[in-house]
């Protein structure tokens, strides 16, 4: 079985300062993990992936997560928030099934970012 | 390329009443997932296809709910009878195999369905 644990449902920061959306993972085989993004009325957006390269992955927009294997976390990280990062973020880890992969979501962390 | 598209984007209908979402995934691509996006039960995925054959309709709710896939370009989900429980926001998605691991997924912008 799998899953991921997102540890704040709500995070509000200033624009400028630094951001943290934290998830945690259980999984029976090596993950592969996932944040996707959702703005307002939109789908969902890939951020950054991770599978099983280096563990520091860089995303789109600033963004970049670490997989820790020994604290089984992989969190959301960017220096510096902007007006525009304000949206739903979803931590996401994989099944794959040998084909394609199942993807299973967290609850979302929503973020808000004020001036 | 347009990526996925689903329509319609908005729907509402009464309740008892049939509904019938739409998707193209992007072509090439040969899986086809579609999801539920719930405040309650957040996003859950309901059923997808590869090369056009369900392959696991494990989420699929219940009986009421019907997923087809009758060619590479083209999926419906359709709810008959609708009930106000199923008001959510549907997406479809799709990905291409041969990349290994961990495929990235691409999402369509949903469907949001009112069940009034």
């Known amino acids: 079985a799998q899953s991921v644990t997102q540890l704040d449902s709500h995070v509000s920061v200033s624009e400028g300062t630094p951001v943290l959306l934290r998830c945690n993972y259980s999984s029976s085989y090596s993950p592969s993990l996932f944040w996707y993004v959702q703005h307002p009325n939109k789908g969902l957006q890939l951020l950054l992936k991770?599978?099983?390269?280096?563990?520091l992955v860089k995303g789109i927009n600033g963004f970049e997560a670490e997989f820790k294997k020994s604290e089984t976390s992989f969190h959301l990280t960017k220096p510096s928030a902007h007006m525009s990062d304000a949206a739903e973020y979803f931590c996401v880890v994989s099944l794959n099934t040998g084909t394609a992969s199942k993807l299973t979501f967290g609850t979302g962390t929503r973020l808000q970012v004020t001036l | 390329d347009a990526g996925v598209i689903q329509s319609p984007r908005h729907e509402v209908t009464e309740m008892g009443q049939e509904v019938t979402l739409r998707c193209k995934p992007i072509s090439g691509h040969d899986y086809l997932f579609w999801y539920r996006q719930t405040m309650m039960r957040g996003l859950e995925l309901l059923i997808y296809?590869?090369?056009?054959?369900?392959?696991?309709d494990s989420g699929m709710p219940e009986d009421r709910f019907s997923a087809k896939m009758p060619n590479a370009s083209f999926s419906t989900l359709k709810i008959q009878p609708s009930e106000p429980r199923d008001s959510a926001v549907y997406f479809c998605?799709?990905?291409?195999?041969?990349?290994?691991?961990?495929?990235?997924?691409?999402f369509g912008p949903g469907t949001r369905l009112t069940v009034l």
């Open positions: 991770y599978t099983s390269a280096a563990t």
């Open positions: 998605a799709s990905t291409i195999t041969g990349r290994g691991r961990g495929d990235e997924q691409f």
């Open positions: 296809f590869n090369n056009n054959v369900p392959i696991d």
